[in-house]
């Protein structure tokens, strides 16, 4: 299991597991981003998925089709801290990677309903 950690238990990287869900065949893919590169603002899960599209690990039309997932399957939206991710243990290590799920039929209906609710 490999982890990376600066001296003061702060990640310096995050792991992320990519997930094709299309053609009814999932392909999947990690990576390793580093958190520490300068100019590089990753306080919430919405600024590494930016990030992701700039770099152009993604295409940009799959922006709208991208939804992050905890190693469990539970949805983790966006807004949410990425420091919170960490300190849940996703994303620490290559074992335990935060998911991105590219193309889940789900997301739009999922969508829908929390819309609904607001």
């Known amino acids: 299991m490999s982890m990376i950690m600066c001296s003061a238990d ?3 990287a995050i792991w992320v597991h990519y997930e094709y869900m299309h053609n009814g065949h999932p392909h999947t893919a990690t990576q390793r981003i580093r958190l520490d590169l300068p100019q ?3 306080e919430r899960l919405a600024h590494l998925t930016n990030y992701i599209f700039a770099k152009g690990y993604l295409p940009c039309k799959a922006r709208s089709l ?3 997932k905890g190693a469990c399957g539970k949805h983790i939206e966006e807004c949410v801290k990425v420091e919170d991710v960490l300190s849940w243990g996703e994303g620490l290590c290559e074992s335990k990677p935060l998911r991105l799920v590219i193309g889940e039929p789900l997301r739009d209906s999922y969508i829908s309903q929390v819309s609904r609710q607001c």
Do not use: A, D, G, S
Request: glycine letters at 0%.
């Open 40 to 42: 590089f603002k990753c």
């Open 66 to 68: 991208v939804c992050w």
């Open 10 to 12: 702060i990640p310096l």
